[in-house]
């Protein structure tokens, strides 16, 4: 099952915000969960549940209780004092949100759009599997306004993708890569490596597999076994070996070669893009702290200064969005520590991000250290005086960085 929701402060049912200066001063995004899957893959620990785990409530009564509550967020915000503002991004995740007809992923964009508006040109993805969506699908997406599909590809070598319980046959994801772009949609690839028993060539295979389709991103996440998944646990009893950290790193240092030799420049650790304008909007608006509202099961949120999550299973979600009250199961208020720790661990993992300006004093003076140690990138730095941008060896220890700078 999904891992527990965090310990926090108890949410107030009407959902009030207390705004403080400043709020509604950033773009807003809205962020859609979807937690439904045909089958449960052995490494995941997101709040997904497959048929026989959805007791209490039918999945196709999801599309409308999702519309609730976005009718009940705009009424939130209004009764909190936060100014209304239009949506630059929609981000369909999950689970696996084509488990729904595009019918009713349709029906949710609908109603944001009649909610708060969708600015001219917003990003609006939805993550897919290969094999869970077909032509039809994908064109009543694009008509609804879906500008991007995200593929989770993971891999295209037959025993990785067995390791990991993807469903998919590797063949599918060029096949559904072409759909997309005859539909004029963006195309992104999600990938993940370190898969126990996974080789260097096997990743070089998935690498040149994924090129071969001409994406407009790569996404590239190294594989955590997370404790409670079945992998966790076949881990444990030494029947998977536990993934390696150097063959990890040799990994992605493969991976940032082969992208950058075909065009793709990194612009955050785990991502790549062929040109900026390829690069998610919708993530970069969370590591640049901009606000956003989660909807559905486990979904979280951050607006005004105030973050919360939903419950998780989708029948608690249910019987609270169909009353009427708030489906958050806690939250907690951003204080001035919280911002400048998280601003300083997400914005060094974005390209050009971080800057001298957003360091205390004390962490200004080991920058000069960081890049005198090459996990700084000293080049980037004399450009743009300021500039704090990792090296790729930096990209590899930018924990470590995060904790020297924040120290």
Wanted: glycine share 10%; hydrophobic share 40%.
């Amino acid at each position: 099952m999904p891992s527990a929701l965090p310990i926090a402060d108890p949410a107030p049912a009407d959902g009030l915000l207390t705004p403080g200066p400043g709020a509604g001063d950033v773009p807003f995004g809205v962020y859609v969960h979807v937690p439904f899957c045909r089958v449960r893959c052995g490494y995941c620990d997101f709040n997904t549940y497959t048929a026989s785990e959805l007791r209490g409530v039918r999945r196709d009564d999801y599309a409308g209780h999702a519309v609730r509550e976005v009718e009940w967020a705009a009424q939130v915000l209004d009764r909190s004092g936060v100014p209304r503002r239009p949506v630059s991004t929609v981000f369909f995740g999950g689970g696996t949100p084509t488990m729904l007809p595009a019918s009713d992923l349709a029906m949710i964009l609908r109603a944001i759009d009649d909610t708060w508006g969708i600015l001219p040109g917003a990003e609006v993805t939805t993550e897919a599997n290969p094999d869970s969506v077909d032509a039809d699908a994908i064109r009543t997406l694009r008509r609804a306004g879906f500008t991007r599909m995200s593929y989770g590809m993971q891999s295209a070598v037959p025993h990785v993708l067995a390791t990991l319980d993807r469903t998919h046959e590797p063949a599918r994801v060029p096949l559904v890569t072409a759909l997309a772009r005859d539909e004029g949609l963006d195309v992104s690839l999600d990938l993940i490596y370190s898969t126990p028993g996974e080789s260097l060539d096997d990743w070089r295979t998935s690498l040149d597999a994924a090129l071969a389709c001409e994406p407009d991103h790569v996404s590239a996440y190294s594989l955590i076994v997370e404790d409670g998944t079945a992998m966790g646990r076949a881990v444990s009893r030494g029947e998977l070996p536990a993934p390696d950290d150097d063959l990890a790193a040799d990994m992605y240092e493969l991976a940032d070669r082969v992208l950058g030799d075909a065009g793709y420049g990194w612009y955050e650790v785990s991502n790549w893009a062929r040109g900026e304008d390829h690069a998610s909007r919708h993530n970069l608006s969370y590591w640049k702290g901009h606000d956003w509202w989660g909807i559905g099961p486990g979904a979280h949120s951050s607006v005004a200064g105030t973050r919360w999550w939903n419950v998780k299973h989708p029948a608690a979600y249910a019987n609270r969005v169909l009353a009427g009250e708030s489906p958050a199961a806690g939250r907690e208020t951003i204080d001035d520590e919280t911002r400048y720790v998280e601003r300083v661990l997400l914005a060094a993992r974005v390209r050009g991000e971080l800057t001298t300006d957003d360091l205390r004093q004390e962490a200004r003076g080991r920058v000069a250290g960081l890049i005198a140690r090459g996990l700084v990138d000293g080049r980037s730095a004399l450009a743009r005086p300021g500039r704090v941008e990792l090296t790729l060896q930096g990209r590899l220890l930018a924990d470590a960085v995060v904790r020297e700078l924040l120290d």
